[in-house]
């Protein structure tokens, strides 16, 4: 089946520490993306890429990192500069961003700093 | 910044009562999209509009994409329990080649 996996679906981590996350997607899209959501709120972009070794920075890229080396994988990395790393993060695929396709989500990464 | 607002943000109803929640943009959108997403879940597709004051119906839920393409609509008919969790839109950002999403509004059915 086609689709889009994240790992680790839960993942604690200590203050001071770098985590990463992964994501993969199947689904031959060029364009990936990451989300960060917080209790009761919506969706906001980390960061996105449109092709393979290029990303651009979301809304709330400080404290975070990624790569586009395959076109299969993007995986972010929670630096220990980000302030406030403890939320839900949600990767996701589409066609192509000119064409606007659809989102398709992984079923997401929990992060809690303790 | 270009912005795209919701309301209300929560919404509690009687199974069997409609809802309707509203999807607000500052700017114009070539397009816009609206997810669901249950407790616990992910955010997971519904509909795509594309064309001024262009309706698009699945089963119980209607879509409405207003006129001057800055607005639209999700009415739900007669709520079941199963349409539980938060409905999102998501409209593609005027430079950047992203999608911004409105905040969500959470519905609740009691049974």
């Known amino acids: 089946d086609g689709g889009i996996t994240q790992s680790p679906k839960y993942l604690f981590r200590k203050e001071g520490q770098n985590v990463t996350l992964s994501c993969e997607q199947n689904?031959?899209?060029?364009?990936m993306y990451w989300y960060r959501q917080d209790p009761g709120q919506g969706l906001r972009l980390i960061y996105y890429?449109?092709?393979?070794?290029?990303?651009q920075k979301g809304d709330i890229a400080e404290g975070y990192s990624v790569s586009r080396e395959k076109k299969e994988s993007f995986p972010l990395t929670v630096t220990s500069a980000q302030k406030n790393p403890t939320a839900f993060y949600l990767c996701?695929?589409?066609?192509?961003?000119?064409?606007?396709?659809?989102?398709?989500f992984g079923e997401g990464s929990r992060l809690t700093v303790l | 910044g270009q912005q795209v607002m919701q309301i209300p943000q929560y919404q509690h109803v009687q199974e069997g009562e409609d809802f309707t929640t509203y999807c607000n943009s500052s700017?114009?959108?070539?397009?816009i999209q609206w997810y669901k997403q249950r407790p616990g879940g992910h955010p997971v597709f519904l509909i795509q509009l594309v064309k001024s004051g262009e309706v698009k119906k699945q089963k119980r839920l209607t879509f409405q994409f207003g006129e001057a393409k800055k607005n639209s609509s999700l009415h739900i008919t007669a709520t079941q329990t199963t349409d539980v969790g938060t409905y999102f839109c998501a409209g593609p950002r005027n430079y950047g080649q992203n999608f911004v999403f409105g905040p969500g509004t959470r519905l609740s059915v009691l049974p």
């Open positions: 890429s449109q092709i393979v070794n290029d990303f």
């Open positions: 996701a695929s589409s066609t192509g961003l000119r064409s606007y396709g659809e989102l398709f």
């Open positions: 700017t114009t959108l070539s397009n």
């Open positions: 689904l031959n899209h060029d364009a």
